[in-house]
């Protein structure tokens, strides 16, 4: 039996087309191209020359890197051979200059994958919901919305106070939430991403745009007090309004909920709420 593992180039699409993963209409398929291309990278493990599992990540931030399209075939599944092939993906990430933090993203109901992670040395983050929704009518009561925030500096100031200061998780895309640090943020996307601010100035929103497939009204609201904030889900609300009306494709709100903040959801909500997320992850250095 031999065994090997390197990286995925183009010419590897059809061994990619022979595995039988049982996934339908999997993604990766048609942006197979794009993932072996900096800053993804796609490491397979074959068998006889044979497919059986592959792998990779991504980079962001130039210090974060993202594992993850992880994909086995089901006639070689409880082998070991995605475990063997994880390890080697740690193994290469480790390699890669000014990495600072190797993680994974997967939902609560992948135990397969969990067990992966955590026997690769990966530590849980606590979950979040990733609640996708077209409607928020429900939750306007024609409060005033909050007041933009314009000065980069101020910005800042709240990402700071919040996030970097604590190492708390920040949803830096759909799918993609890291511990922050100075780093994760640039002028350039603090610019681009729309900041706002309560009355009280205690609270603030930050709203930006993402396509994963279908083009999101990304919401990041850090507090579990959705139900409780005068005017924030109308400052939601106007954004969405105006990023249907920029945009032909499908577009959805995506906000990243605690358990808690979605228990505080009234009844009748239309948030989409699939198996939530758990984020695992580790400093660079402490993995062995």
């Known amino acids: 039996m031999s065994i090997f593992i390197r990286k995925l180039n183009k010419e590897d699409f059809s061994n990619v087309l022979t595995m039988q993963t049982g996934i339908e209409d999997d993604y990766i398929l048609p942006i197979f191209s794009e993932l072996i291309i900096e800053p993804n990278v796609l490491y397979g493990l074959f068998l006889n020359r044979q497919l059986v599992s592959f792998a990779g990540y991504t980079i962001f931030a130039n210090q974060y890197a993202m594992l993850g399209r992880l994909r086995s075939d089901l006639r070689y599944r409880g082998k070991g051979f995605a475990t063997r092939l994880m390890s080697y993906v740690v193994e290469e990430t480790q390699k890669v200059q000014d990495i600072k933090w190797i993680g994974a993203n997967t939902q609560e109901n992948n135990l397969t994958a969990r067990r992966v992670l955590?026997?690769?040395?990966?530590?849980?983050?606590?979950k979040k919901y990733g609640a996708i929704?077209?409607?928020?009518?429900?939750?306007?009561?024609?409060?005033?919305?909050?007041?933009?925030?314009?000065?980069?500096?101020?910005?800042?100031?709240?990402?700071?106070?919040?996030?970097?200061?604590?190492?708390?998780?920040?949803?830096?895309?759909?799918?993609?939430?890291f511990p922050a640090t100075d780093q994760l943020f640039n002028d350039n996307q603090l610019n681009q991403w729309s900041f706002y601010e309560n009355d009280h100035k205690t609270r603030f929103?930050?709203?930006?745009?993402?396509?994963?497939?279908?083009?999101?009204?990304?919401?990041?609201?850090?507090?579990?007090?959705?139900?409780?904030?005068?005017?924030?889900?109308?400052?939601?609300?106007?954004d969405f309004k105006?990023?249907?009306?920029?945009?032909?494709?499908?577009?959805?709100i995506w906000m990243d909920l605690s358990p808690e903040s979605v228990k505080k959801l009234p009844l009748k909500h239309t948030f989409e709420l699939s198996s939530p997320w758990i984020l695992y992850g580790k400093d660079k250095k402490d993995i062995s």
């Not at 955590?118 to 606590?126: D, T, V």
């Not at 105006?242 to 959805?252: A, G, I, R, W, Y």
């Open 242 to 252: 105006v990023l249907k009306q920029e945009s032909d494709l499908n577009t959805c």
């Open 205 to 238: 929103l930050i709203t930006k745009q993402d396509q994963k497939g279908d083009l999101y009204l990304h919401t990041i609201y850090p507090w579990d007090d959705i139900d409780q904030q005068t005017g924030l889900w109308e400052t939601i609300a106007n």
């Open 118 to 126: 955590e026997k690769i040395g990966l530590h849980p983050y606590p």
């Open 133 to 177: 929704t077209q409607h928020v009518e429900n939750l306007v009561t024609g409060s005033k919305p909050w007041t933009p925030i314009h000065d980069i500096q101020r910005k800042r100031e709240w990402i700071n106070k919040v996030y970097v200061r604590n190492s708390e998780i920040f949803p830096y895309e759909c799918y993609y939430l």
